[in-house]
């Protein structure tokens, strides 16, 4: 069973340093390499949100297991500044950085599962689960 990777986001170089393992624990877990793509896009996205919006923050990768299944679960924790529009931050083009707005939209389209709690003045927990097939 991989075990679970946490990356601490403070730099690109931590965004970096996500998607390569995400990448090697999604292999491990026996995804193929279109799903490893998807999986290590949607740690990319949420690694660049935690940058980019809370400066600091950690990503936690670990092997997801339900009912005659397994998986890989993402999480992103941030202590940043919250989102306070969740509904309007899921709209696609929706963003405050300038970019093409296609980042959380596009984590839940990329995921089988996809969670997001957020606090304003606390913070932010993301979840995301990708189901081998």
């Not at 997801?64 to 993402?74: L, T």
């Not at 939209?105 to 689960?129: C, H, W, Y």
């Amino acid at each position: 069973m991989a075990e679970e990777t946490n990356v601490d986001i403070h730099s690109e170089w931590g965004i970096v340093a996500a998607r390569q393992a995400g990448r090697t624990m999604a292999r491990e877990i026996g995804f193929g390499s279109v799903d490893q793509a998807r999986i290590t896009t949607a740690i990319s996205e949420l690694a660049r949100n935690i940058y980019l919006y809370a400066e600091t923050g950690k990503i936690s990768i670990l092997e997801a297991q339900g009912p005659n299944k397994k998986g890989i679960r993402i999480v992103a924790i941030d202590q940043g500044p919250g989102i306070p529009d969740l509904r309007r931050v899921m709209e696609d083009g929706f963003t405050t950085s300038g970019g093409l707005g296609a980042g959380l939209p596009g984590v839940k389209r990329l995921m089988d599962e996809f969670d997001i709690n957020s606090q304003v003045g606390e913070g932010t927990t993301i979840t995301a689960i990708k189901w081998l097939r």
